[in-house]
């Protein structure tokens, strides 16, 4: 089946010790974004992708970075994680930006802890 | 600026009928989500309202009103299953991405026996 998928699914990390989290689709969607969503709070937009055209949202750290080496991959880069990072991260995929009914499907996400 | 607002917690019994109020203010108004969360899962799909009216899929139906800046969420014949986070998202244009979505906190419900 198609789908978005996130590796890992759990993430331990060390305060300052740099990670990335990985996300793959199989929809073929030109769309790509990454959200961070801490408990009982929204999903935030942290950047996004079309095709490779990067949009960063301009409250989104310089600690976070973001890589599409192509159509299936996206890697988010956390440079120097801090105790305040420590998060649910959503990879969402959609067909396009351009047109006006356009779902996002989301993975599975990967919820990353900062020790 | 952009601000959506929804109830944290309700709570309802299993066969009875559900209503989630969402309400929001944006600048360019480009369409309304609802996503269904399960603890510790991603947010799955459930409806899409741009123009005014009910849009119904099976027990569940969204409601849109833009001039209110008001949508719900109807859940029918409640099932155990259906508790869950229901997040409302806006999808707002102001800032040159058509697709980009701005998500309330959710709505945390319970369904009882």
């Known amino acids: 089946d198609a789908m978005v998928i996130q590796n890992p699914r759990y993430q331990v990390t060390q305060f300052g010790k740099p990670v990335t989290l990985s996300c793959s689709q199989t929809l073929n969607h030109n769309v790509m974004y990454w959200y961070q969503q801490k408990s009982s709070q929204a999903p935030k937009l942290l950047f996004h992708y079309y095709d490779k055209d990067f949009n960063n949202e301009a409250d989104t750290p310089d600690n976070f970075q973001s890589r599409r080496p192509n159509t299936s991959f996206c890697f988010l880069d956390i440079r120097s994680p801090g105790l305040g990072d420590a998060a649910m991260y959503l990879c969402a995929t959609s067909r396009d930006r351009q047109i006006s009914y356009n779902e996002q499907f989301f993975g599975p996400g990967t919820r990353l802890t900062v020790l | 600026g952009q601000n959506i607002d929804q109830p944290t917690e309700m709570t309802a019994t299993e066969g009875a009928i559900v209503q989630i109020n969402c309400t929001y203010q944006?600048?360019?108004?480009?369409?309304l989500f609802w996503y269904q969360q399960h603890a510790g899962e991603a947010p799955t799909f459930l409806s899409y309202n741009v123009l005014d009216g009910l849009e119904e899929k099976g027990r569940f139906s969204s409601f849109l009103s833009r001039s209110k800046g008001y949508s719900y969420l109807l859940l029918k014949e409640l099932q155990m299953k259906d508790s869950a986070s229901y997040l409302c998202?806006?999808?707002?244009?102001?800032?040159?991405?058509?697709?980009?979505?701005?998500f309330g906190t959710g709505t945390l419900l319970a369904v009882q026996p």
């Open positions: 998202a806006v999808r707002d244009r102001s800032g040159g991405a058509t697709n980009k979505l701005i």
């Open positions: 944006t600048s360019g108004f480009n369409g």
